[in-house]
C-alpha cells in the first residue's frame, strides 16, 4: 500500500533522485567540523519554528512588548521553554555560524570554484549577525532599548551617511515606537526572506561543487 | 538484513539519524501543540464575588440610592476595566425588603439617572424612563432594568451584592 503510493509520488516527483543528490551524495572523508552547515542550518529551522510560535503571543507595541513576553513567560504553557530555545538558539546560531565559517577558512574550502559560495556565506553571517541585532531589541526591557540605542548610535557614526543611517534604522531620530516595530518587521519578515534566499543559493552551490577535500601535505 | 544480527553502517546512521529526528521532533512537538492550544484547556477563572454596597443603616428608605464598582478583565497583557453601577431602593426597615437595580439601560447600555421631579429613572441618550422597579414607562428600551437578586446583609450591617466575573 505505502509502497504503491510511494511509487506513483516518486515516478512524478523523482524522491529518488533529490533524495540521492541531497543526502546521499559522495563526500570526500571528513569530520564533526564538516557537520557545522547543517547544524547552522538545523539551527535556523529551530529558530523560524519557535520564532512562529512566539509571533502567536508577542506584540511589537511599547505599550505591550514587555507584558506580552511576561504572559508568554508565566501564562502559556511551554511559553518559557519556546522562548528560552529562541533566546540560546539565537546566541548558539551565531556561534555555529562564526565556527563554520572559520573551518571554511582553516581547511581552505573557499577557493575555486567554491568563492561564491563563500561570498555567499559572508552575506548569511551578515544576516546572522542583523538578526541577533533586531531580535535583542523585541523584549523592550531596559538592556534591549540601551542596547539598541548605543548599535543604532555606532552606525550613526558613519561619516557623511550617518545621520540617514542612523534615522533609518529607528525610523526617526530617536528611539520610540517606529523603531519598535521596524526592527519587528525587520526581524521576522525582511531578514528572514533573505536569509532563506542565500541559504537556498548556499545550498544548491553546495550540491553543485560537492564538499572540499582537506588540503594534506603537498598543498 | 534479514536474519542477521548485523546492521550495515550505513543503515546504523540512517536509523540514528531517524531516531535522533524523532526525539527532538516529539520534544518540540508536543510543547509546541500545547502551546497553541493552552487557552482553550485554562479551567474559566470566574470569580464568585461579593461586592459591598455600603452601609444598610446609611441608605435611607425609598430613595434611590447609588453606587458603583469597576470589574477588571485581564486578558493575557491586556486589562480592560469595565464600570458598573446601580440603585439600591429600599421600601421598608427589613434587611430583605429592598430592590438592586442595574443602572444600565437595556436599549443601549447608557447609565441611566434617578430624576426625582419626574420620580423616574431617565436614560440620558434616548430619554427613555423606568419606574422605581425597572420597568419601562416609556422609551425604546425592549425589557426593564436588569436587577441583583442575589444580595445579603452581612454581620456587620453591610450590604454585598453577588457578582459572577467571567
Request: with cysteine; aromatic share 12%; hydrophobic share 45%.
Amino acid at each position: 500500500m505505502w509502497k504503491k503510493i510511494y511509487e506513483w509520488l516518486d515516478e512524478r516527483l523523482g524522491l529518488k533522485s533529490i533524495y540521492d543528490s541531497t543526502l546521499d551524495r559522495p563526500e570526500p572523508r571528513g569530520n564533526w567540523w564538516n557537520t557545522l552547515g547543517s547544524a547552522s542550518l538545523f539551527l535556523f529551522i529551530l529558530q523560524g519554528v519557535t520564532g512562529i510560535f512566539l509571533s502567536v503571543n508577542y506584540t511589537p507595541s511599547p505599550d505591550h512588548a514587555y507584558d506580552s513576553i511576561q504572559y508568554i513567560m508565566t501564562g502559556v504553557s511551554f511559553g518559557w521553554l519556546i522562548r528560552g530555545i529562541h533566546h540560546w538558539g539565537a546566541s548558539l546560531m551565531v556561534l555555529v555560524v562564526f565556527i563554520h565559517m572559520l573551518r571554511v577558512f582553516i581547511t581552505a574550502s573557499y577557493k575555486y570554484p567554491r568563492e561564491l559560495t563563500w561570498l555567499v556565506g559572508v552575506g548569511l553571517l551578515l544576516v546572522t549577525v542583523f538578526m541577533g541585532f533586531t531580535g535583542y531589541l523585541l523584549p523592550w526591557n531596559q538592556k534591549a532599548f540601551w542596547a539598541t540605542t548605543v548599535g543604532t548610535q555606532i552606525a550613526g557614526s558613519v561619516p557623511l551617511a550617518g545621520d540617514f543611517i542612523l534615522k533609518v534604522l529607528r525610523g526617526g531620530s530617536s528611539l520610540s515606537a517606529l523603531t519598535l516595530q521596524r526592527f519587528f518587521a525587520a526581524h521576522i519578515w525582511i531578514l528572514p526572506a533573505i536569509l532563506v534566499a542565500l541559504i537556498g543559493v548556499h545550498l544548491y552551490l553546495i550540491i553543485k561543487h560537492g564538499e572540499s577535500q582537506f588540503p594534506d601535505k603537498e598543498d | 538484513m534479514a536474519g542477521s544480527h548485523n546492521i550495515n553502517r550505513r543503515d546504523f546512521v540512517k536509523l540514528t539519524t531517524a531516531a535522533v529526528g524523532t526525539i527532538i521532533g516529539v520534544s518540540i512537538g508536543i510543547p509546541a501543540v500545547g502551546y497553541l492550544i493552552s487557552p482553550a484547556l485554562v479551567t474559566s477563572n470566574s470569580k464568585d464575588l461579593w461586592l459591598p454596597v455600603g452601609v444598610l443603616a446609611d441608605i435611607p428608605l425609598g430613595k434611590p440610592f447609588p453606587f458603583s464598582f469597576t470589574i477588571t478583565q485581564v486578558n493575557g497583557w491586556e486589562r480592560t476595566a469595565n464600570s458598573y453601577g446601580g440603585f439600591v431602593i429600599r421600601k421598608s426597615d427589613a434587611d430583605d425588603d429592598l430592590t438592586i437595580l442595574s443602572s444600565r439601560c437595556t436599549h443601549l447600555g447608557c447609565q441611566v439617572n434617578w430624576k426625582e421631579e419626574s420620580n423616574a429613572f431617565v436614560c440620558p441618550c434616548h430619554d427613555a424612563s423606568f419606574d422605581r422597579e425597572g420597568n419601562v414607562i416609556s422609551g425604546p428600551p425592549p425589557r426593564p432594568l436588569d436587577i441583583y437578586t442575589d444580595f445579603k446583609v452581612d454581620d456587620e450591617g453591610k450590604l454585598l451584592i453577588h457578582i459572577q466575573e467571567s
